[in-house]
T-cell receptor
């Protein structure tokens, strides 16, 4: 059973516009959420995280929103840049040190 | 900066060969992890370790084993490689919730 789901395999946006990547989870015990970015042939890079006690965390162009009642989180990238083109993974943790990853969403930002 | 290194970026092996993938981290992290990444399946946890000489099975441990003799080093072993183990293998380390990944090893089993 997939506990963390990214239902959109791909997303294409124009440079300068907003990119919104979505992630749903099923386990209410998850209390920490992360986004990773991955370029081809490289390891994932940590991007931003949020604790379940918050509903928003912002870092430069990246903002993560958490809706606990809907068990949903999203990553907003504003403005999107061609260098943001990559695969984005959301991940969830229940304080065990283990992360459960979604399937990933491939973002393409067109110049 | 956290640095996680993996012994090889690309490997080509034959079916039945024993394969060793090495991972080293330089941040004195307690926790280390091995994942494989396949298209459409995300990252799946193979094995992890919370301490030296300690190991725990992840979600897909079949066909793999691990070794952690030193805190900074975590090895993944494919006892007898099979074609369905062709994948990208990723090592990570952490001391709290955030995991930091190595560059990955792309393994092709012929």
């Amino acid at each position: 059973d997939q506990q963390v789901k990214q239902n959109s395999p791909s997303l294409s946006v124009q440079e300068g516009r907003i990119s919104i990547l979505n992630c749903d989870y099923t386990n209410s015990m998850f209390d920490y959420f992360l986004w990773y970015k991955k370029y081809p042939a490289e390891g994932p890079t940590f991007l931003i995280s949020i604790s379940s006690i918050k509903d928003k965390n912002e870092d430069g162009r990246f903002t993560v929103f958490l809706n606990k009642s809907a068990k949903h989180l999203s990553l907003h990238i504003v403005p999107s840049q061609p260098g943001d083109s990559a695969v984005y993974f959301c991940a969830s943790s229940s304080n065990t040190g283990k992360l459960i990853f979604g399937q990933g969403t491939t973002l393409q930002v067109k110049p | 900066d956290v640095k996680v290194t993996q012994s090889s970026r690309y490997l080509v092996k034959r079916t039945g060969e024993k394969v060793f993938l090495e991972c080293v981290q330089d941040m004195d992290h307690e926790n280390m992890f091995w994942y494989r990444q396949d298209p459409g399946l995300g990252l799946r946890l193979i094995y992890f370790s919370y301490d030296v000489k300690m190991k725990e099975k992840g979600d897909i441990p079949e066909g793999y084993s691990v070794s952690r003799e030193k805190k900074e080093r975590f090895s993944l072993i494919l006892e007898s490689a099979s074609t369905n183990q062709t994948s990208m293998y990723l090592c990570a380390s952490s001391d709290e919730e955030t995991q930091y990944f190595g560059p990955g090893t792309r393994l092709l089993v012929l």
